[in-house]
């Protein structure tokens, strides 16, 4: 079964500066999905960027941008310019592809809260 | 478009009590999911349903039924409600497998006590 490991609980940033946070999954899939979701304090869930493992280019979205790391099953965040709306919970997660066999299944990880500072 | 609809909000039980949460999606989505969310723990997949008619267990199934007779509404159902089953509960749907988003609910909190 598929594993997200999400090993820092918690972050803080300075506004205006840039954060990194890591995700690490388990698979033996060789094609896949990831994504990070935000969870801001109204608990709404959403997506702030994706990436198709059999891409090799890093997937950006304006501020956010990922290290994906296929080799090292590593997947990134990086939030640069950190603004206060930022502040939130982080989900990485793990999505398999039905065709090849793999349960149609989102497995999230543990969730890291970002924190931040004005 | 309304997007994806949970019912109720909050709720707060007795143990042994029994309720359903209704999530309502207008997007004509294939798929739909029902997770929870305790502190520490992130999301774990409760149940799933590929498409109408059906469904499938996911990580943490027990205490729990579900059902999806009509396409736009899955149904999360506790018979007999217990403490462990206090959490957040989210519903999610998606247009198909892969690469498609999720869209989720705003989340309803239970408390059984």
């Known amino acids: 079964a598929q594993t997200v490991t999400q090993s820092q609980p918690e972050m803080s940033v300075q506004e205006a500066e840039t954060v990194t946070l890591s995700c690490t999954y388990d698979?033996?899939?060789?094609?896949?999905?990831l994504f990070w979701y935000k969870q801001p304090p109204s608990r709404q869930m959403i997506l702030v960027i994706r990436?198709?493992?059999?891409?090799?280019q890093n997937a950006t979205e304006n501020r956010f941008s990922v290290n994906f790391q296929k080799a090292a099953k590593s997947f990134s965040l990086k939030i640069s310019d950190s603004q206060l709306g930022d502040a939130a919970m982080y989900f990485c997660?793990?999505?398999?592809?039905?065709?090849?066999?793999?349960?149609?299944?989102?497995?999230f990880g543990k969730g890291t809260k970002l924190t931040v500072n004005p | 478009n309304a997007g994806v609809t949970q019912t109720p909000k909050f709720r707060v039980l007795k143990t042994g009590q029994s309720m359903t949460l209704l999530c309502a999606q207008d997007?004509?989505?294939?798929?739909m999911y029902w997770y929870r969310q305790d502190p520490g723990m992130g999301l774990r997949l409760i149940h799933y349903?590929?498409?109408?008619?059906?469904?499938a267990k996911g990580e943490v199934p027990d205490g729990y039924n579900v059902s999806r007779l009509k396409k736009q509404n899955f149904l999360l159902g506790l018979e007999s409600a217990a403490p462990s089953q206090t959490s957040v509960y989210f519903c999610?749907?998606?247009?198909?497998?892969?690469?498609?988003?999720?869209?989720f609910g705003s989340g309803t909190q239970l408390s059984v006590l």
């Open positions: 349903s590929v498409g109408e008619g059906t469904t």
């Open positions: 997007m004509n989505h294939e798929y």
């Open positions: 698979t033996s899939e060789s094609d896949y999905y």
């Open positions: 997660a793990y999505r398999s592809i039905p065709n090849q066999g793999g349960s149609e299944k989102l497995v």
């Open positions: 999610a749907s998606s247009e198909t497998a892969g690469f498609k988003k999720l869209f």
């Open positions: 990436q198709e493992a059999y891409k090799q």
